[in-house]
């Protein structure tokens, strides 16, 4: 489940650009094509192998149900309130899992039926960070410990 979720947010990451940057000499276009317009321009910017990414991440977010897509909507969200170190930790240990590993862990997850995958996530809610990890990593969930990546853990938020 994190897999996806953090592919996405990668994704829309990389898009922010699009949405963030305020149009240059668009007056006298309508409304929705200035917009548009940018996005376009930012799309022609961008190599293939993130396009990519990109289409794989729509086509992700078209086959999500309503309660999935608001679901996500609140993770970006946290991440967005989230220390700027904190992201990119995580985005660095994420990326330092092969490709192939993150993939084979996420199909594991999706093969799952939705009841299970319902049982374990409120399972590891009620897990500490290390049993949590070290279940994930026996269930094959996470790289096996011989092949662990080598990203940095994410810093812990201050206690308050």
Not at 66 to 74: C, T
Not at 94 to 106: C, H, L, V
Not at 122 to 146: A, D, H, N, S, Y
Request: proline residues 10%; contains cysteine; hydrophobic residues 30%.
């Amino acid at each position: 489940m994190k897999t996806p979720l953090i592919v996405i947010v990668l994704a829309l990451l990389c898009a922010l650009p699009l949405w963030a940057n305020p149009p240059k000499d668009s007056k006298g276009l309508p409304e929705g094509s200035q917009g548009e317009t940018r996005m376009l321009q930012q799309l022609l910017k961008m190599k293939p192998a993130d396009l990519t990414n990109l289409r794989q991440t729509i086509e992700r977010i078209e086959q999500m149900t309503s309660e999935e897509k608001e679901k996500l909507r609140k993770r970006v969200g946290e991440l967005n309130q989230m220390r700027p170190e904190r992201v990119k930790a995580m985005r660095e240990r994420f990326e330092s899992i092969p490709r192939g590993d993150r993939e084979a862990m996420r199909q594991r997850w999706l093969n799952l039926p939705v009841e299970e995958r319902h049982e374990w996530y409120q399972r590891l809610r009620t897990m500490g960070p290390e049993e949590r990890q070290k279940v994930l990593v026996e269930q094959g969930f996470l790289p096996t410990p011989g092949k662990a990546h080598k990203g940095k853990k994410p810093p812990s938020p201050p206690e308050e």
